[in-house]
T-cell receptor
Framework: SQKIEQNSEALNIQEGKTATLTCNYT??????LQWYRQDPGRGPVFLLL?????KEKRKERLKVTFDTTLKQSLFHITASQPADSATYLC????????????FGAGTRLAVHP | SAVISQKPSRDICQRGTSLTIQCQVD?????MFWYRQQPGQSLTLIAT?????????ESGFVIDKFPISRPNLTFSTLTVSNMSPEDSSIYLC?????????????FGQGTRLTVV
C-alpha cells in the first residue's frame, strides 16, 4: 500500500532562512500531492497542490517541487518567520481524485527569532 | 471553500460509554471523511461517508466500533462506541472542495476526546 515518509524530527531554523521539508512516498506516483499546515489544536489547512506533470509550484513565500522519478516532494518556505512555526503535512490522494487522503507523519518546524 | 463545524470540540468520557461527534458543512458535498489523530501522530483515515449508502471503512476500523451516519449532504456523525483509553485522540471530519481531483480538502477544527 502507499506510504508516505516525512522527517519526524523537528526542524529548527533561524528567522529569515529558507526551510526545506521532505516528503517521500512508496509505490505508485499519485496524480497530485498536497501540503498542509497544522497548528496545535486545529485541523490541517491546505497550502499547495502540485500535479504529477508540474515540476514546481509557488505561492508567495512557499515553493513545492515534485519529482516522480525520485518519488519525492520538497516544500520550501523562504524568508521564514516565527509565524511559520507549525507542523507541515504531506498528503496523497488514494481515491483517484475524490480527496480521500493519506498523510505523512508531518514535520514540525520551529522558526527562531 | 467549505466551512466545517464539529461538535463537541472536546470531551472527557468514561470508559465503556459512547460519544457521538457531529460534523456540519455549510454546503452540499458528496463525500465526507472521518480521520483520527492520536497524540503526536499524523491523521489516519477511519472511513468515508457517502449520503444514501453505508460508510466505507479503512483497514483496522469497523462499523461496530465507529458507526457513522450520513442523513443528508451537509451533515454526518461519527460515534466512538464502548470507549477505552486507547480511543483518546482528536477526531476530524473533512470534505473535498468542489471540482474533481483538483482541489484542497477542508477540515473541521477537530474533537479532542479523552477517555478515562
Amino acid at each position: 500500500s502507499q506510504k508516505i515518509e516525512q522527517n519526524s524530527e523537528a526542524l529548527n531554523i533561524q528567522e529569515g532562512k529558507t526551510a526545506t521539508l521532505t516528503c517521500n512516498y512508496t509505490n505508485y506516483s499519485p496524480a497530485y500531492l498536497q501540503w498542509y499546515r497544522q497548528d496545535p489544536g486545529r485541523g490541517p489547512v491546505f497550502l499547495l497542490l502540485i500535479r504529477e506533470n508540474e515540476k514546481e509550484k509557488r505561492k508567495e513565500r512557499l515553493k513545492v517541487t515534485f519529482d516522480t522519478t525520485l518519488k519525492q516532494s520538497l516544500f520550501h518556505i523562504t524568508a521564514s518567520q516565527p509565524a511559520d512555526s507549525a507542523t507541515y503535512l504531506c498528503a496523497l490522494d488514494i481515491s483517484g481524485g475524490y480527496n480521500k487522503l493519506i498523510f505523512g507523519a508531518g514535520t514540525r518546524l520551529a522558526v527562531h527569532p | 471553500s467549505a466551512v466545517i463545524s464539529q461538535k463537541p470540540s472536546r470531551d472527557i468520557c468514561q470508559r465503556g460509554t459512547s460519544l457521538t461527534i457531529q460534523c456540519q458543512v455549510d454546503s452540499q458535498v458528496t463525500m465526507m471523511f472521518w480521520y483520527r489523530q492520536q497524540p503526536g501522530q499524523s491523521l489516519t483515515l477511519i472511513a468515508t461517508a457517502n449520503q444514501g449508502s453505508e460508510a466505507t471503512y479503512e483497514s483496522g476500523f469497523v462499523i461496530d466500533k465507529f458507526p457513522i451516519s450520513r442523513p443528508n449532504l451537509t451533515f454526518s456523525t461519527l460515534t466512538v462506541s464502548n470507549m477505552s483509553p486507547e480511543d483518546s485522540s482528536i477526531y476530524l471530519c473533512s470534505v473535498a472542495g468542489t471540482g474533481f481531483g483538483n482541489t484542497e480538502a477542508f477540515f473541521g477544527q477537530g474533537t479532542r476526546l479523552t477517555v478515562v
